[in-house]
């Protein structure tokens, strides 16, 4: 009896460890953003190969990246949820904050009503603030930082440049571009009150294909800087635009080093472009950078797959579901509240009280390959990214405002 019950428990422990880890990711596939949402894929893709390569033959287990399509649009986000759903996976990713404002309140009413389904939401890039305050819940973490702590790192940037005094504000009409115009104006007064705010342009979301006319209402204007949040097609193009009429501005970008947006440029954002970002290949160690030239190669891709975002957002959960010893939400959870994270970047965490990924940020200049510090180009463009400022996390903690209910442990 005591044989038979023994070998039955190493059976249950093996299934149990060969298990495998799915995690949707449910992304913009197709459609106007699809360049954008292919390379993120590519990025989970390769995070969780290196998460399993490192953990090597003490946890059989798997990690496999499930691709949902959203077309880049909250409703066809909810009917990839409830296929992601129906095929019992614990664990969705997204982008995009209108995307994931619409998931994480259907999962949130999903795990109420199903308490025996639960499933978590680990946003790797959404901007509005909302998502880990006023809106915040148990079920949903944030692995980037939110919009009004990257507008305070690049005001904070902007407000040290002399020669910036009248900055033209251009976003994309959705969640994200209103808190980041909202932000600017908020932080440049305060910080700077000699700045003045010249233009605030709001603009549907990839749906301006010609950004001619708001190039000349920028000249018009007198503005030697643009703010924005733009990204993907709706950035390149306005480059683009303003390159080709001989726009002489800066271009401040809160997301201007996210995979796919240099691909169609080309020199045209040289000396130009100033963005944020949580890491890059040029920071990177000699290991890193092996590494990341290694995944480019191996899936094809145009950026250098230094995505800091979906690395977290794998390999934090890798941990979770070994700190917990369970792959079952709830613990996962809670394993993930707190939790330390190193990366490649720098200490960062997971604020336990809001689910906020706290971690250092970049602020970079995009110019020629082959300069000091920068090795390697982003999407064939002859240019690349080299740090101007890194701010760590410590130094970038926003207020609490975040009040949830969390269910027994």
């Not at 800066?250 to 000396?271: K, R």
């Amino acid at each position: 009896r005591f044989l038979v019950g023994t070998a039955l428990l190493l059976q249950l422990d093996f299934a149990w460890s060969a298990e495998t880890i799915r995690i949707a990711y449910i992304g913009a596939i197709s459609g106007p953003s699809a360049l954008v949402g292919e390379e993120v894929q590519k990025q989970f893709l390769a995070a969780a190969n290196m998460v399993d390569a490192r953990r090597g033959t003490s946890d059989a287990r798997q990690i496999e990246i499930v691709t949902f399509d959203n077309l880049g649009n909250p409703q066809d986000s909810l009917i990839a949820l409830k296929r992601v759903i129906d095929q019992g996976i614990q664990f969705v990713t997204i982008g995009r904050s209108n995307n994931a404002l619409a998931v994480s309140d259907a999962l949130q009413k999903h795990n109420e009503r199903n308490p025996d389904h639960r499933v978590l939401l680990l946003v790797y890039e959404a901007g509005d603030p909302v998502l880990t305050e006023s809106k915040c819940n148990f079920w949903t973490f944030r692995f980037n930082g939110h919009m009004d702590m990257n507008v305070n790192v690049l005001t904070d940037y902007i407000a040290k440049q002399t020669d910036v005094r009248k900055v033209y504000l251009i976003n994309q009409d959705y969640a994200f571009g209103q808190s980041a115009s909202r932000a600017a104006k908020e932080l440049l007064s305060r910080k700077r009150p000699g700045i003045r705010i010249v233009g605030d342009d709001l603009v549907p979301l990839f749906k301006i294909k010609d950004f001619a006319p708001y190039v000349n209402k920028i000249r018009v204007s007198g503005a030697d800087s643009v703010l924005t949040s733009n990204w993907g097609n709706d950035l390149s193009l306005l480059v683009k635009a303003g390159s080709e009429s001989g726009l002489n501005v800066t271009y401040f970008t809160v997301i201007g080093a996210s995979p796919g947006t240099w691909a169609t440029v080309g020199a045209a954002g040289g000396e130009r472009v100033r963005s944020l970002d949580s890491w890059h290949v040029n920071a990177a160690d000699s290991a890193w950078e092996s590494r990341l030239m290694g995944y480019k190669a191996r899936y094809k891709s145009n950026g250098n797959m230094d995505y800091l975002p979906p690395m977290r957002v794998v390999d934090m959960l890798a941990m979770a579901v070994n700190k917990s010893g369970s792959t079952d939400p709830v613990k996962v959870a809670y394993a993930l509240e707190g939790m330390r994270y190193t990366g490649p970047s720098g200490d960062s965490w997971m604020r336990a009280e809001d689910h906020q990924m706290m971690g250092p940020v970049y602020v970079l200049k995009l110019t020629k390959v082959g300069q000091p510090g920068v090795r390697h180009d982003v999407d064939g463009s002859g240019l690349g990214w080299k740090t101007e400022v890194l701010i760590e996390a410590k130094d970038i903690i926003p207020p609490m405002k975040c009040s949830m209910e969390r269910p027994p442990k």
